[in-house]
């Protein structure tokens, strides 16, 4: 967790407690995070990162250098995605349901 991610009171979330209203703002802000979001929600499988950036935009290696080192971390920190640098596999996460009214808006903004 870096302390981008740290909720302003500066106490650390458990594992259990769904992100923050703060923190899914911070990752809806970014268009390339909600094109992600809905992109893997769409697909319903596992994405290679290379295969992921590859779909949203045309310049590759630009944008899977973005993804692995700024939007992907956020998102897998909130548990939106599932990402495991390892197995080069990214999928969809959740979204806690309080936010998903939030959700529906980012979803028809990218659509």
């Known amino acids: 967790m870096t302390i981008e991610t740290l909720p302003e009171d500066g ?3 458990d594992d259990t407690a769904p992100p923050s209203l703060n923190a899914m703002f911070k990752v809806f802000s970014e268009p390339i995070r909600r094109e992600v ?4 929600r769409d697909e319903g499988n596992p994405l290679s990162v290379t295969t992921l950036a590859d779909r949203l935009d045309g310049e590759t290696d630009r ?3 973005a993804l ?4 992907l971390p956020m998102l ?10 390892e197995r080069d596999s990214v999928e969809f996460g959740s ?5 998903d009214g939030l959700f529906d808006v980012v979803e028809a903004s990218v659509r």
């Open 76 to 85: 897998a920190n909130t548990g939106s995605v599932e990402w495991d640098p």
């Open 68 to 71: 692995v080192h700024v939007h």
């Open 11 to 13: 106490s650390r979330w």
């Open 63 to 65: 944008l899977r250098t």
């Open 37 to 40: 979001l809905v992109l893997l």
């Open 95 to 99: 979204i806690p349901d309080e936010y």
